[in-house]
Every structure is written in C-alpha cells, then in structure tokens.
C-alpha cells in the first residue's frame, strides 16, 4: 500500500507505530466531537501574486521538428523488464523480484469480496457488541473488559499466527498484563461499581474476543498489506452489512428495542464526520498500521484511546479525577512500546531469561554443601 515494499523492518514498524497513534487521535478527537459544540475557524487565503511576475504555464510552446529516422533502436516490451533488473545491484533485483511476485499474488475483486463476505459479520457482531455493553453498563467496566481483547489476541495469534512476530514469549504476556493492569487503575479513576454482574460485561467480553478472532485470521489470510486493497474490502464490508442486514432495522425499530428517529442538519453533519474520518478513515489506517507491526501491536494501540480519551477531558473540560488515573496511564504507555520493542527483536524475551536467571540462581543454592 502506498508504494511503501522497499521500506526496511524497522522503518515499516517506526511507520505503523505512528499510523496507529494517528489512529488513536482520530478515534479520540471524533468522541470529543460527538460530545462537545462545534467550533468554526474562518481560513483566509492569500491573493494571487501581481502580474509582474512571469508564468512559465502561459508561456508560448514552441514547435521542435524531429527527424524520422530511427537512429536508435528501441528495446521490445517483452525484455524491457529483465533488462532493468540485470542493470540492477543484486539487492536492488531481490527487492524488485519480491515486489513482482506481490503484484502477482495481489488479490483480485473477486477474491476481495469474498473475503470480505467471511468478515463481514464478524467485524459487524463485534461492533454491535461493544456498543450492546455501553449500553447496559458503565463505560469503565466496558473498557477494562474490552482491554482483554490484548490478551485473545496475543493466544489466537500464538495458536494462528500469521508472521514469526506472532510467537508466544512471557515478555509479550507480561506487556499485555501490564497494559490491562493500567487500563483498570485508569477506569478506577472514574468508576461506580454495580451490585451483580451486569449483562453488557458478557457482551464486552464477547466484543473482545470476536474482535480478536478478525484481526488474526485477517492477518493469516492476508500476510501482507501490498495483497489486499484495504480501502477496497471495507468498501466491500460496508456493502455486504447493508445487503445482509437490512432487515435488523425495521426489527429493532417495531419491536421497539431501538426505534428509528430522523436525525436533524446538525446531527447529520455530525454524522458524516464522523462517519468519514472516525469510521471509515481511521479503520483504513488502523488495518493498515496492523500489516506493518503486528496484531497485539494493534490491539494494544486501542487502549492507549481509554488514557487518551480522558486527558482530552482534562485539557478541555477541566474534569479532575484521582491519583489513580495519572499512575495507570503510565504502564499503559510502557506495554505498547515494550511490545512495538519485542516485536522487532523477535527472538528476544529479557522476562524469561530473568526467569531462568533466578531459577539458575536458587538451584546453586539449594545444591551448595553446608
């Protein structure tokens, strides 16, 4: 995508660390946007330059005359493209090779919707999910479950695993965990417990999980971004829900479990902004940052939006909350680059070599003669 394939291993991962923290901003600034006025900044633009100055554009064109004789002979299309890569060094004719063979193994239409077919309602339930549990509980229990979603994704791709970055190590647990331990200080910060188990943390917890089941059988399908037309396949998405799933509107609607009112100009401007850039941009950016770091990469770029989301509140709406939102923010921050830091360097796993460290130490220990 985007003509990046000559990008080495750790530019790809600089580079979908940043698209995701894009992404978070995006996802941020769109919830800030849905809860907050709208503010209007008049833009001015500068007037054309006087006429003083000369235009190379209107200048007259001038008439060359060839001659017809082919004094060179040109070379044929056929052997155009081995000619280029024999002029090549022999790492540059690695790179074009494998950027050939991605352009042939570069999935069709056809191949795309069908694609999209198997994930449609995957990606649909899963949504439908998380929005089912902020709807039924607070939306602090409903992050903190949905934070586990790190954890599915860090197993499913241990069991499928689409690269050699997707490997089991204890490092990558101990980010995941560390991340989750975060992600509860922070929803602390602004929590009000209920007296029994509420039914949106089952439909939080079921968020997560299929959330998790898409991005890595997403990625095991498709191990690289230059195979799949991201923007094309959740166009395809986006089709194959309203053709599926039209009949759930008018259910919801006469049942009276969610009924249809018609939005008016400010909420459909709202709409489509939101639509646009904190739905369908972002997810294309998001999906697109996946393919360059890896699936735990992506999942935990989610919830740094939870520490994120309520900064934002404090800038800008002056909410206070305690201690514990400041302390979890920080182990939140420290799992995602921990994890963006073992994915690079994939045999690498300091937990479990602290591990055998201790384990080497008090086994002398227990065998030195007294």
Known sequence: MFGLHGLSKVKRLILGICVLLVVDLIWVASSELTESEPQYVPAKFDDKASGTESDDSTSLSRSVRFSKVNEVRQLSEAYAEEALIARLSYSASLRAEESRLRAMSKLTVKQVAKLALLFCLLWFVGNFSYQEAL?????????????????????????????????????????????????????????????????????????SMLYALYLVSLRRRVDHEDKLDITMFFGFVGLLCVLLLWPGFFVLHFSGSEVFVMPDSRQWLFIAINGLVGTVLSEVLWLWGCFLTSSLIATLALSLTIPLTMMADVLWKGV????????????????????????????WDPVLLCFKKILHCFCRRRLLPR
């Not at 939140?332 to 690079?344: K, Y």
Request: glycine content about 6%; aromatic content about 14%.
């Open 135 to 207: 709807k039924d509980t607070e939306a602090g229990i409903v992050n903190v479950l949905s934070s586990t979603s790190g954890l599915f994704t860090l197993i499913c791709a241990a069991i499928y695993p689409s690269s050699s970055a997707d490997r089991f190590t204890l490092s990558k647990l101990s980010a995941v965990l560390l991340s989750f331990g975060g992600i509860v200080m922070v929803s602390l910060a602004d929590l009000r417990f209920e007296d029994q188990i509420p039914v949106g943390a089952l439909w939080a917890l079921c968020g």
């Open 320 to 347: 206070n909350y305690n201690w514990l939102f400041y302390v979890g923010s920080i182990p939140v921050f420290i799992a995602f680059f921990a994890v963006s830091l073992l994915t690079h360097y994939e045999t």
